[in-house]
């Protein structure tokens, strides 16, 4: 075997082994937009399966006939090949095919486009606004203001008006929808639908600063009558804790660290920078879902935010242990 034939067997080698490793993906994919879980983005992948056939019918005859003539016709000794320059069939037949693939792939396209631009009847309208690192959702009609994570009825439309209160984001929650662009002083729109009840993960997918990679969120997909608990329970005020307790102390900590300047708690604070606590534990994440919600992952937070999540805009108030534990017990009363 020559060796140049030694080398282009290894590196074929090579390439097949690369892409068996790519094809045998974890099972656990949370974020596979190629496992549709809701109307919109089934709607896309139907896009996504036609299209892709296309492009490798093409791929393969490009990449073949480009192989075919770089071997057959590779520099020889001898007469100059013959042109082609000036055929009329060949020059009309290599723009008319490129031109008819692209329309195939067009009116498809178009029709998706303008499919997932209508606005759905009889849906849940939610505003979500960007922040440096963590997502907020106003439902306008209900009266609700949340952080993190989406509560949506299983069969029902979310229509979602998106805005960014700093820099560029890109909300994205694959298995329901694709991406939208959140620009700051510009409302975009998107919609999600599940299917089925779940928890549909999803982030931000614009480069937006130090903890981009941090700014996460999650579409939690309920039953009706679990949606309407939920909304139930988010338009209630916060409980005051019982006096001469430790979450009591807690709240008075809560108002004396300045928590309040930054933290909504309805019926205590009306704060707008930071993500609206008022039933934080009715959520399983904080901190723009980057951490499961419990006292563990919260003392962590509360002792220096910042260094635990960088660039964080909530600052570390060098809180010790014991005011942490006390912050906690407040904090978990709010449900």
Same mark, same amino acid.
């Given at each position: 075997?020559?060796?140049r034939r030694h080398r282009l067997l &290894?590196?074929?080698?090579v390439v097949l082994l690369l892409?068996?490793?790519v094809a045998c993906g974890s099972k656990k994919t949370p974020q596979n937009s190629l496992s549709p879980a809701g109307e919109y983005a089934r709607t896309i992948d139907n896009l996504i399966d036609p299209v892709f056939i296309v492009a490798a019918v093409v791929f393969v005859l490009v990449e073949g006939l480009a192989l075919l003539f770089v071997i057959r016709y590779r520099q020889r000794p001898g007469p100059e090949p013959v042109q082609v320059h000036g055929n009329t069939r060949l020059e009309v037949g290599w723009t008319l095919v490129p031109f008819l693939i692209l329309v195939t792939i067009a009116v498809p396209t178009i029709i998706t486009i303008f499919k997932l631009a209508d606005e759905p009847p009889n849906a849940v309208n939610v505003t979500v606004i960007g922040h440096q690192w963590w997502w907020e959702y106003r439902y306008d009609d209900l009266g609700i203001v949340s952080a993190n994570e989406l509560h949506l009825p299983v069969g029902r439309p979310v229509q979602l008006k998106l805005q960014s209160v700093d820099v560029i984001h890109s909300y994205w929650v694959p298995r329901l929808n694709g991406k939208t662009d959140v620009v700051?002083?510009?409302t975009n729109h998107s919609k999600l639908k599940a299917e089925r009840p779940g928890?549909?993960?999803g982030q931000c997918t614009e480069f937006c600063g130090l903890s981009h990679a941090n700014m996460r969120n999650r579409a939690v997909a309920q039953t009706p009558a679990d949606f309407d608990a939920w909304v139930k329970g988010q338009q209630q005020a916060a409980v005051a804790p019982a006096a001469n307790t430790d979450a009591a102390t807690g709240m008075t900590l809560f108002t004396s660290k300045g928590c309040t300047g930054c933290h909504t708690v309805q019926g205590l604070s009306k704060g707008a920078v930071g993500p609206n606590l008022t039933h934080l534990y009715s959520r399983s994440t904080f901190a723009g879902s980057m951490f499961d919600l419990n006292a563990t992952e919260?003392? &962590?937070w509360l002792h220096d935010p910042p260094g635990v999540k960088p660039g964080s805009k909530m600052p570390n108030l060098n809180l010790s242990a014991d005011e942490i534990q006390k912050l906690i017990a407040y904090l978990e009363t709010l449900k």
């Open positions: 075997m020559s060796g &290894k590196c074929s080698g892409l068996f490793l700051p002083g510009r928890t549909y993960i919260l003392r &962590k």
